[in-house]
Protein backbone atom coordinates (compact mmCIF):
# COMPACT_ATOMS: atom_id res chain seq x y z
CA UNK A 1 0.00 0.00 0.00
CA UNK A 2 1.30 3.18 -0.95
CA UNK A 3 2.67 5.18 2.14
CA UNK A 4 -0.24 8.45 1.75
CA UNK A 5 -2.99 6.01 0.74
CA UNK A 6 -6.08 7.29 2.29
CA UNK A 7 -4.95 10.52 3.52
CA UNK A 8 -3.10 13.84 1.84
CA UNK A 9 0.54 13.56 2.01
CA UNK A 10 2.22 16.10 4.64
CA UNK A 11 3.05 19.46 2.73
CA UNK A 12 6.40 19.89 4.21
CA UNK A 13 5.70 23.89 3.79
CA UNK A 14 5.38 23.12 -0.12
CA UNK A 15 2.51 24.25 -1.66
CA UNK A 16 0.48 22.15 -4.47
CA UNK A 17 0.73 23.48 -7.95
CA UNK A 18 -2.60 22.47 -8.52
CA UNK A 19 -4.53 24.87 -5.99
CA UNK A 20 -3.96 28.22 -8.11
CA UNK A 21 -6.26 29.43 -6.62
CA UNK A 22 -4.44 30.13 -3.48
CA UNK A 23 -1.91 31.63 -5.32
CA UNK A 24 -1.22 35.60 -5.69
CA UNK A 25 0.49 37.21 -7.86
CA UNK A 26 1.44 40.98 -7.48
CA UNK A 27 3.32 43.17 -9.67
CA UNK A 28 5.55 45.61 -7.66
CA UNK A 29 7.15 48.21 -9.42
CA UNK A 30 7.16 46.07 -12.72
CA UNK A 31 8.63 42.88 -10.68
CA UNK A 32 6.17 39.99 -10.28
CA UNK A 33 5.63 37.86 -7.14
CA UNK A 34 4.33 35.46 -6.39
CA UNK A 35 2.99 34.49 -2.67
CA UNK A 36 -0.49 32.80 -0.89
CA UNK A 37 -3.50 34.03 -0.02
CA UNK A 38 -2.38 33.02 3.74
CA UNK A 39 0.56 34.88 4.05
CA UNK A 40 -1.23 37.77 2.33
CA UNK A 41 -3.79 37.55 5.57
CA UNK A 42 -0.99 37.60 8.00
CA UNK A 43 -1.04 41.32 7.28
CA UNK A 44 -4.27 42.24 9.42
CA UNK A 45 -7.63 43.20 8.04
CA UNK A 46 -7.02 47.01 7.61
CA UNK A 47 -4.57 46.26 5.07
CA UNK A 48 -3.54 46.56 0.91
CA UNK A 49 -2.89 43.14 1.48
CA UNK A 50 -6.18 42.27 2.87
CA UNK A 51 -8.15 44.20 -0.07
CA UNK A 52 -6.49 42.48 -2.33
CA UNK A 53 -6.93 38.86 -0.82
CA UNK A 54 -10.42 39.73 -0.91
CA UNK A 55 -11.00 41.41 -4.01
CA UNK A 56 -13.67 39.02 -5.72
CA UNK A 57 -12.76 36.32 -8.63
CA UNK A 58 -13.57 38.68 -11.52
CA UNK A 59 -11.27 41.42 -10.13
CA UNK A 60 -8.64 39.41 -9.66
CA UNK A 61 -8.58 38.39 -13.52
CA UNK A 62 -5.43 41.00 -14.19
CA UNK A 63 -2.42 40.97 -11.77
CA UNK A 64 -2.71 43.91 -9.17
CA UNK A 65 0.24 47.11 -10.12
CA UNK A 66 1.32 48.61 -6.98
CA UNK A 67 3.85 51.56 -7.76
CA UNK A 68 6.37 50.69 -5.29
CA UNK A 69 9.82 49.41 -4.96
CA UNK A 70 9.94 46.24 -5.67
CA UNK A 71 13.68 45.31 -3.65
CA UNK A 72 11.47 47.23 -0.18
CA UNK A 73 8.31 45.00 -0.97
CA UNK A 74 10.64 41.92 -1.51
CA UNK A 75 12.25 42.70 2.65
CA UNK A 76 8.47 43.43 3.39
CA UNK A 77 7.23 40.29 2.02
CA UNK A 78 9.97 38.40 3.83
CA UNK A 79 8.83 39.77 7.06
CA UNK A 80 5.26 38.23 6.07
CA UNK A 81 6.42 34.65 5.55
CA UNK A 82 8.53 34.70 8.22
CA UNK A 83 7.91 36.75 10.87
CA UNK A 84 11.68 37.99 10.74
CA UNK A 85 13.44 40.55 8.91
CA UNK A 86 15.76 38.67 6.11
CA UNK A 87 19.72 39.44 6.44
CA UNK A 88 19.50 41.61 3.48
CA UNK A 89 17.13 44.17 5.16
CA UNK A 90 20.29 46.01 6.58
CA UNK A 91 21.17 46.90 3.23
CA UNK A 92 18.43 49.51 3.21
CA UNK A 93 17.83 52.25 5.44
CA UNK A 94 15.58 52.10 8.20
CA UNK A 95 13.55 54.80 7.50
CA UNK A 96 12.72 53.49 3.90
CA UNK A 97 11.56 50.30 5.77
CA UNK A 98 9.04 52.68 7.93
CA UNK A 99 7.40 54.36 5.04
CA UNK A 100 6.86 51.33 2.98
CA UNK A 101 5.48 49.18 5.89
CA UNK A 102 3.31 52.50 7.01
CA UNK A 103 2.08 52.42 3.04
CA UNK A 104 1.51 48.67 3.28
CA UNK A 105 -0.18 49.13 6.64
CA UNK A 106 1.86 46.03 8.42
CA UNK A 107 4.39 48.99 10.48
CA UNK A 108 3.22 46.60 14.00
CA UNK A 109 4.87 43.37 12.49
CA UNK A 110 7.82 45.79 11.43
CA UNK A 111 8.05 47.29 15.05
CA UNK A 112 7.58 43.85 16.44
CA UNK A 113 10.71 41.78 14.41
CA UNK A 114 12.83 44.53 15.38
CA UNK A 115 12.11 45.87 18.51
CA UNK A 116 10.42 43.24 19.94
CA UNK A 117 11.13 42.49 24.08
CA UNK A 118 11.49 38.88 23.47
CA UNK A 119 14.37 39.90 21.72
CA UNK A 120 16.14 41.46 24.82
CA UNK A 121 19.49 39.85 25.88
CA UNK A 122 20.99 41.28 29.27
CA UNK A 123 24.27 40.12 28.78
CA UNK A 124 24.96 40.96 25.30
CA UNK A 125 23.71 44.73 25.65
CA UNK A 126 26.44 47.34 25.22
CA UNK A 127 25.93 51.22 24.38
CA UNK A 128 24.87 51.73 21.05
CA UNK A 129 23.30 54.84 20.24
CA UNK A 130 23.62 58.53 22.00
CA UNK A 131 19.84 60.19 22.24
CA UNK A 132 20.98 64.01 21.79
CA UNK A 133 18.22 66.35 23.60
CA UNK A 134 17.68 70.58 23.18
CA UNK A 135 18.65 72.71 25.45
CA UNK A 136 20.86 72.41 28.70
CA UNK A 137 18.60 70.55 31.16
CA UNK A 138 19.77 67.23 32.47
CA UNK A 139 16.79 64.32 32.39
CA UNK A 140 15.08 64.69 35.38
CA UNK A 141 13.12 61.35 34.54
CA UNK A 142 12.85 59.03 31.40
CA UNK A 143 9.88 56.69 30.82
CA UNK A 144 9.32 53.94 28.12
CA UNK A 145 6.44 52.13 26.41
CA UNK A 146 7.06 47.88 25.86
CA UNK A 147 8.62 47.99 22.21
CA UNK A 148 10.98 50.55 22.48
CA UNK A 149 9.60 54.37 22.34
CA UNK A 150 10.79 56.81 25.24
CA UNK A 151 9.85 60.10 26.86
CA UNK A 152 12.33 62.31 28.34
CA UNK A 153 11.53 64.90 30.51
CA UNK A 154 14.55 67.49 31.08
CA UNK A 155 13.83 70.78 32.60
CA UNK A 156 10.13 71.93 31.43
CA UNK A 157 10.49 69.92 28.50
CA UNK A 158 9.72 66.55 27.42
CA UNK A 159 11.07 65.06 24.08
CA UNK A 160 9.57 61.88 22.42
CA UNK A 161 11.58 58.94 20.30
CA UNK A 162 9.66 57.31 18.56
CA UNK A 163 10.35 52.69 18.75
CA UNK A 164 12.99 53.25 15.72
CA UNK A 165 14.64 56.10 17.52
CA UNK A 166 14.64 58.23 14.55
CA UNK A 167 11.75 60.28 14.73
CA UNK A 168 11.83 63.06 17.62
CA UNK A 169 9.48 65.55 19.10
CA UNK A 170 9.68 68.19 22.19
CA UNK A 171 7.30 69.57 23.76
CA UNK A 172 6.89 72.52 26.19
CA UNK A 173 4.69 71.51 29.41
CA UNK A 174 3.69 73.93 32.30
CA UNK A 175 6.16 72.14 34.92
CA UNK A 176 9.65 74.29 35.73
CA UNK A 177 10.94 70.13 36.33
CA UNK A 178 9.17 67.04 35.40
CA UNK A 179 10.01 64.62 38.68
CA UNK A 180 7.71 61.32 38.00
CA UNK A 181 6.54 60.23 34.55
CA UNK A 182 4.68 56.94 33.13
CA UNK A 183 4.07 56.50 29.46
CA UNK A 184 0.81 55.62 28.42
CA UNK A 185 1.94 55.46 24.90
CA UNK A 186 3.83 56.34 22.30
CA UNK A 187 2.03 59.81 22.48
CA UNK A 188 0.63 60.20 25.62
CA UNK A 189 2.29 60.65 29.16
CA UNK A 190 1.18 61.41 32.55
CA UNK A 191 3.84 63.86 34.40
CA UNK A 192 3.85 65.36 37.98
CA UNK A 193 6.16 67.23 40.11
CA UNK A 194 6.63 67.86 43.57
CA UNK A 195 6.23 71.66 43.20
CA UNK A 196 3.46 71.89 41.08
CA UNK A 197 -0.18 70.87 41.88
CA UNK A 198 -2.00 67.86 40.04
CA UNK A 199 -0.64 64.72 37.63
CA UNK A 200 -1.19 66.12 34.32
CA UNK A 201 -2.04 63.61 31.24
CA UNK A 202 -0.32 64.95 28.62
CA UNK A 203 -0.61 64.41 24.76
CA UNK A 204 2.81 65.18 23.38
CA UNK A 205 1.66 64.45 19.48
CA UNK A 206 -0.19 68.11 19.78
CA UNK A 207 0.92 69.47 22.76
CA UNK A 208 -1.58 70.05 25.33
CA UNK A 209 -3.37 68.26 28.74
CA UNK A 210 -5.74 66.48 27.79
CA UNK A 211 -6.77 65.99 31.34
CA UNK A 212 -5.85 66.70 35.22
CA UNK A 213 -6.29 64.68 37.91
CA UNK A 214 -5.83 66.57 41.59
CA UNK A 215 -6.23 65.01 45.34
CA UNK A 216 -9.16 66.92 47.54
CA UNK A 217 -7.21 66.93 50.54
CA UNK A 218 -8.35 67.91 54.24
CA UNK A 219 -6.41 70.96 54.02
CA UNK A 220 -7.72 72.00 50.48
CA UNK A 221 -4.25 73.17 49.45
CA UNK A 222 -2.59 71.80 46.63
CA UNK A 223 -1.88 68.02 45.91
CA UNK A 224 1.83 67.47 44.62
CA UNK A 225 3.23 64.04 43.07
CA UNK A 226 5.16 61.94 44.06
CA UNK A 227 5.06 58.89 42.45
CA UNK A 228 3.38 57.10 39.45
CA UNK A 229 2.69 53.70 38.89
CA UNK A 230 0.37 51.18 37.24
CA UNK A 231 -1.33 47.99 36.56
CA UNK A 232 -2.25 46.58 32.94
CA UNK A 233 -5.75 48.28 34.20
CA UNK A 234 -5.07 50.51 36.91
CA UNK A 235 -3.37 53.49 37.49
CA UNK A 236 -1.45 54.96 40.91
CA UNK A 237 -0.57 58.44 42.18
CA UNK A 238 0.75 59.23 45.47
CA UNK A 239 -0.23 62.73 46.23
CA UNK A 240 1.23 64.41 49.05
CA UNK A 241 -0.50 68.03 50.58
CA UNK A 242 1.38 70.87 49.84
CA UNK A 243 1.72 71.82 53.23
CA UNK A 244 3.08 68.49 53.74
CA UNK A 245 0.79 67.28 56.21
CA UNK A 246 -0.99 64.74 54.59
CA UNK A 247 -0.44 62.09 51.66
CA UNK A 248 -2.73 59.20 50.26
CA UNK A 249 -2.41 56.99 47.01
CA UNK A 250 -5.28 57.26 44.89
CA UNK A 251 -6.12 54.24 42.25
CA UNK A 252 -7.38 55.17 39.22
CA UNK A 253 -9.03 53.46 35.79
CA UNK A 254 -6.25 53.41 33.24
CA UNK A 255 -8.66 53.81 30.39
CA UNK A 256 -11.22 56.11 31.66
CA UNK A 257 -9.02 57.91 34.45
CA UNK A 258 -12.15 58.02 37.07
CA UNK A 259 -10.89 57.41 40.37
CA UNK A 260 -11.52 53.77 42.06
CA UNK A 261 -10.19 54.12 45.30
CA UNK A 262 -8.32 55.90 47.85
CA UNK A 263 -5.50 53.74 49.69
CA UNK A 264 -2.82 54.76 52.02
CA UNK A 265 -4.54 58.37 53.46
CA UNK A 266 -1.89 59.73 56.33
CA UNK A 267 -2.18 62.79 58.10
CA UNK A 268 0.76 63.83 59.89
CA UNK A 269 0.62 65.59 63.23
CA UNK A 270 3.52 66.82 65.36
CA UNK A 271 6.42 65.29 64.79
CA UNK A 272 5.18 61.59 64.14
CA UNK A 273 6.76 61.27 60.52
CA UNK A 274 8.17 57.95 60.56
CA UNK A 275 5.06 56.17 60.02
CA UNK A 276 3.20 58.77 57.55
CA UNK A 277 5.86 59.12 54.85
CA UNK A 278 4.36 59.58 51.25
CA UNK A 279 5.45 56.88 48.64
CA UNK A 280 7.91 58.18 46.35
CA UNK A 281 8.09 55.26 44.33
CA UNK A 282 5.07 53.05 43.40
CA UNK A 283 5.23 48.98 41.81
CA UNK A 284 2.98 46.67 40.70
CA UNK A 285 3.70 43.13 41.73
CA UNK A 286 0.77 41.48 39.09
CA UNK A 287 1.37 37.65 40.84
CA UNK A 288 0.73 38.54 43.80
CA UNK A 289 -1.97 41.75 43.08
CA UNK A 290 -0.33 44.04 45.26
CA UNK A 291 1.02 47.15 45.14
CA UNK A 292 4.46 47.91 46.75
CA UNK A 293 4.58 51.62 47.88
CA UNK A 294 8.30 52.49 49.70
CA UNK A 295 9.59 55.70 50.56
CA UNK A 296 12.18 57.40 53.15
CA UNK A 297 13.12 60.28 54.68
CA UNK A 298 16.48 61.10 56.01
CA UNK A 299 16.75 63.07 59.98
CA UNK A 300 18.64 62.98 63.24
CA UNK A 301 18.88 59.25 63.48
CA UNK A 302 19.95 58.68 59.62
CA UNK A 303 18.26 57.49 56.72
CA UNK A 304 14.45 56.07 57.94
CA UNK A 305 12.16 54.22 55.48
CA UNK A 306 8.93 52.40 54.86
CA UNK A 307 8.07 49.44 52.65
CA UNK A 308 3.82 48.29 52.45
CA UNK A 309 1.86 46.37 50.22
CA UNK A 310 -0.88 47.00 49.87
CA UNK A 311 -3.84 44.72 48.62
CA UNK A 312 -5.69 47.37 46.16
CA UNK A 313 -9.20 45.39 46.33
CA UNK A 314 -9.34 45.53 50.08
CA UNK A 315 -7.67 48.59 50.76
CA UNK A 316 -5.53 47.04 53.37
CA UNK A 317 -1.71 46.65 54.36
CA UNK A 318 -0.70 42.84 53.35
CA UNK A 319 2.77 43.26 54.19
CA UNK A 320 4.76 46.40 56.14
CA UNK A 321 8.39 46.63 56.31
CA UNK A 322 10.25 49.97 58.29
CA UNK A 323 13.66 50.65 57.50
CA UNK A 324 15.99 52.00 59.90
CA UNK A 325 19.58 49.85 59.45
CA UNK A 326 20.72 50.86 55.96
CA UNK A 327 17.41 52.05 54.31
CA UNK A 328 17.12 51.91 51.27
CA UNK A 329 18.87 54.37 48.37
CA UNK A 330 16.33 52.86 45.52
CA UNK A 331 14.16 49.67 45.84
CA UNK A 332 12.31 47.63 43.16
CA UNK A 333 10.88 44.41 42.94
CA UNK A 334 10.63 41.53 40.07
CA UNK A 335 7.11 39.29 39.55
CA UNK A 336 9.51 36.90 37.90
CA UNK A 337 12.18 36.21 40.78
CA UNK A 338 9.16 36.74 43.22
CA UNK A 339 12.05 39.02 45.25
CA UNK A 340 12.20 42.61 46.36
CA UNK A 341 15.99 44.40 45.47
CA UNK A 342 17.27 47.56 47.30
CA UNK A 343 20.86 49.01 47.14
CA UNK A 344 21.19 50.28 50.93
CA UNK A 345 21.94 54.20 51.16
CA UNK A 346 24.82 53.36 53.81
CA UNK A 347 26.39 50.07 51.94
CA UNK A 348 25.79 50.50 48.42
CA UNK A 349 25.07 47.10 48.56
CA UNK A 350 22.37 45.05 47.03
CA UNK A 351 20.08 43.12 49.06
CA UNK A 352 17.57 40.52 48.81
CA UNK A 353 14.44 40.10 50.31
CA UNK A 354 12.32 37.15 49.45
CA UNK A 355 8.74 37.28 49.15
CA UNK A 356 7.89 33.64 50.19
CA UNK A 357 10.18 34.56 53.05
CA UNK A 358 8.77 37.72 54.00
CA UNK A 359 7.60 36.97 57.12
CA UNK A 360 10.45 36.24 58.72
CA UNK A 361 12.16 38.68 61.46
CA UNK A 362 15.29 39.40 59.05
CA UNK A 363 13.96 39.57 55.54
CA UNK A 364 16.99 40.91 53.97
CA UNK A 365 19.81 39.41 52.57
CA UNK A 366 23.32 40.85 51.47
CA UNK A 367 24.31 40.03 47.86
CA UNK A 368 27.49 41.74 48.54
CA UNK A 369 29.79 42.66 51.22
CA UNK A 370 27.41 42.42 54.25
CA UNK A 371 30.48 44.04 56.72
CA UNK A 372 29.92 47.27 54.90
CA UNK A 373 25.88 47.83 56.71
CA UNK A 374 27.57 49.33 59.22
CA UNK A 375 30.70 50.88 58.63
CA UNK A 376 29.95 51.88 55.20
CA UNK A 377 29.47 56.03 55.13
CA UNK A 378 26.24 57.07 52.29
CA UNK A 379 28.03 54.99 49.63
CA UNK A 380 24.53 54.08 48.41
CA UNK A 381 23.73 57.68 47.75
CA UNK A 382 22.30 58.16 44.62
CA UNK A 383 22.20 54.45 43.04
CA UNK A 384 19.29 53.71 41.19
CA UNK A 385 17.94 49.70 41.10
CA UNK A 386 15.67 48.53 38.50
CA UNK A 387 14.53 44.96 37.77
CA UNK A 388 13.62 43.49 34.01
CA UNK A 389 12.88 40.50 33.17
CA UNK A 390 14.86 37.89 35.06
CA UNK A 391 17.45 40.29 36.05
CA UNK A 392 18.47 43.16 38.47
CA UNK A 393 20.15 46.18 37.28
CA UNK A 394 22.02 48.13 39.79
CA UNK A 395 24.18 51.57 39.08
CA UNK A 396 27.07 52.24 41.09
CA UNK A 397 28.32 55.54 40.28
CA UNK A 398 28.96 55.58 36.57
CA UNK A 399 28.69 51.85 36.14
CA UNK A 400 26.38 49.75 36.04
CA UNK A 401 26.24 46.14 37.75
CA UNK A 402 23.71 43.41 36.35
CA UNK A 403 22.71 40.83 38.93
CA UNK A 404 21.47 37.25 38.29
CA UNK A 405 20.13 34.71 39.68
CA UNK A 406 22.16 31.09 39.61
CA UNK A 407 20.73 27.58 38.61
CA UNK A 408 21.82 25.40 41.87
CA UNK A 409 19.88 22.12 40.32
CA UNK A 410 17.32 20.56 42.62
CA UNK A 411 19.32 21.07 45.95
CA UNK A 412 17.44 22.41 48.37
CA UNK A 413 18.74 23.08 52.11
CA UNK A 414 16.15 24.86 53.85
CA UNK A 415 13.23 23.91 55.69
CA UNK A 416 10.70 25.44 53.83
CA UNK A 417 12.09 23.81 50.51
CA UNK A 418 13.04 27.31 49.09
CA UNK A 419 16.75 26.40 49.07
CA UNK A 420 19.76 29.01 49.11
CA UNK A 421 18.89 31.24 46.22
CA UNK A 422 22.82 32.15 45.05
CA UNK A 423 22.95 35.63 42.79
CA UNK A 424 25.98 36.65 40.75
CA UNK A 425 27.45 39.74 39.33
CA UNK A 426 28.35 41.16 36.06
CA UNK A 427 29.72 44.53 35.29
CA UNK A 428 27.39 45.72 31.97
CA UNK A 429 29.57 46.71 28.96
CA UNK A 430 32.82 47.00 27.30
CA UNK A 431 35.90 48.54 28.27
CA UNK A 432 34.91 51.74 26.65
CA UNK A 433 31.42 51.98 28.29
CA UNK A 434 32.72 51.58 31.96
CA UNK A 435 32.73 54.69 34.00
CA UNK A 436 31.95 58.15 33.37
CA UNK A 437 29.10 60.53 34.96
CA UNK A 438 26.78 59.06 37.62
CA UNK A 439 23.74 57.15 36.54
CA UNK A 440 20.29 59.42 37.38
CA UNK A 441 17.93 56.85 35.85
CA UNK A 442 17.32 53.21 34.03
CA UNK A 443 14.50 52.39 31.69
CA UNK A 444 13.44 49.42 29.54
CA UNK A 445 11.74 49.08 26.05
CA UNK A 446 11.71 46.19 23.71
CA UNK A 447 14.93 45.09 23.29
CA UNK A 448 16.96 48.56 24.55
CA UNK A 449 17.95 49.39 28.02
CA UNK A 450 17.66 53.65 28.46
CA UNK A 451 20.51 55.31 30.41
CA UNK A 452 20.65 59.28 31.61
CA UNK A 453 23.67 60.64 33.55
CA UNK A 454 24.22 63.57 36.06
CA UNK A 455 25.29 66.73 34.10
CA UNK A 456 24.69 65.02 30.61
CA UNK A 457 22.13 66.06 28.28
CA UNK A 458 21.22 63.04 25.98
CA UNK A 459 20.03 59.69 26.80
CA UNK A 460 22.02 56.28 26.08
CA UNK A 461 20.86 53.39 24.36
CA UNK A 462 21.90 49.97 25.14
CA UNK A 463 21.02 46.96 22.82
CA UNK A 464 22.48 43.81 21.72
CA UNK A 465 25.30 43.88 19.10
CA UNK A 466 23.42 41.76 17.31
CA UNK A 467 20.38 43.96 16.74
CA UNK A 468 19.59 46.92 14.88
CA UNK A 469 20.75 48.66 11.96
Sequence with gaps: MPPFAGSSPPSFGFHRHESESNIVTIDVGGQLFQTTKQTLALAGTETLFSRIVESPASARSSVPFIDRDPDLFSVLLSLLRTGNLPSKARDFDLQDLIFESKFYGIEKLLVSSMSNPSQFEAFNLEKSLILPLNGRDSPSVIASTPFGSVHVAHGSKITSFDWSLRKKKTILTQFTAVDSMLAFSPSVVAAGATDFSGLQILDLENGIVKETLNWENVTKSSSTVQAIGSSPELLFVSFESGRRNSNSILVYDLHSLSMMTEVGHNEIFGADIDSA????????????NLLMASGSHSG??????????????????????????DCFSDITVSDNLSSVFKVGVNSGEVFLADLRKFDEEKPWVCLGDDSKVTRGKKEGYGCKIESHGGQVFCSKGGDIELWSEVAMGSVKNSEDGLGDRVFRKNLMGKAKDLGGSRITNMAFGGNKMFVTRKDQQNVEVWQSSARGF
Design 300 to 325: PSGVLGNIKFWDIRSGCVAWELKEDT
Design 277 to 288: LPATKLNWLSGY
